[in-house]
């Protein structure tokens, strides 16, 4: 009983084996995973493969390495897409300081707009944070991001700044990375996070988690980060397992 959140089937990585990728994922106990939109390409193929099959559902939003490239007109396509119904949530969106392509400015104004957006048709938002978590719980803030909530996606970086999360109503979501062996902050988050505001994912094609990590990840290693999260918190990987899907499940609204 897994249910991976963020995933990126919806890029050309999967092109030549997509539905082998579905059935290990099957094996695996994956029961329900959300495809992320993020951009021109793949936020139409988030919602194709949601319609495609019953238990995959699509977030849709603009990825804030890209916020130079998205215009109002964007920002309309996205909040008339966002009334499908298998869209559960506005992203990813957020800050990314490490890669340069938008500068900082540009890439605080698309965020504050999306997260607007998100509050205008009431749907969660998944939060991209790349070096930039203190602008970022800033903006949430400032934006009331707390009356749709959201998830910090692949969170990576201290305990700190977690209470300001759990504040907002935001969920903890932590992938490949909770398992590389120099990894130290994740593991502290896995511990620390309240059991129900914990969440899972693999964040595939990127980010595999160890022992395949620098290879393809892909939506059956999701189990390799509830095995590690429920070593690290000293229970089973059941227990992990059933509360991260009942988490997951209430937070997109899937009955």
């Avoid at 959140?5 to 029961?31: C, P, Q």
């Avoid at 920002?75 to 897409?81: A, G, P, Q, S």
């Avoid at 540009?106 to 749907?123: G, P």
């Amino acid at each position: 009983m897994l249910f991976d959140t963020h995933v990126h089937l919806n890029v050309s990585h999967f092109d030549e084996d997509r539905e082998a990728v579905l059935e290990r994922a099957k094996e695996a106990g994956v029961e329900h995973m959300v495809i992320v939109g993020f951009d021109h390409d793949t936020i139409p193929k988030a919602i194709e493969m949601a319609e495609q099959y019953d238990y995959i559902y699509a977030a849709v939003g603009w990825h804030p390495v890209d916020a130079v490239d998205m215009t109002e007109k964007e920002l309309k396509w996205i909040e008339e897409l966002a009334a499908h119904p298998k869209v559960v949530a506005i992203g990813e969106m957020g800050l990314d300081y490490h890669w340069d392509k938008s500068p900082e400015d540009v890439q605080k104004d698309v965020f504050r707009k999306q997260i607007r957006l998100a509050r205008k048709i009431n749907l969660p938002v998944i939060i991209h944070n790349r070096e930039a978590t203190e602008d970022i719980v800033e903006i949430l803030q400032e934006e009331k991001a707390e009356e749709v909530g959201g998830i910090m996606h692949c969170y990576n970086d201290s305990v700190d700044y977690v209470d300001a999360c759990l504040k907002m109503n935001f969920y903890i979501s932590l992938g490949g990375p909770v398992t590389f062996k120099n990894a130290t902050l994740p593991k502290e988050v896995a511990k620390y996070v309240p059991l129900d505001r914990l969440l899972i994912e693999t964040d595939c094609p990127f980010l595999a988690p160890h022992p395949n990590r620098g290879k393809r990840n892909e939506p059956a290693y999701v189990k390799l980060v509830a095995e590690k999260i429920a070593e690290l918190r000293e229970v089973s990987v059941e227990e992990i397992g059933k509360n991260t899907t009942e988490n997951a499940k209430r937070f997109f609204g899937i009955k």
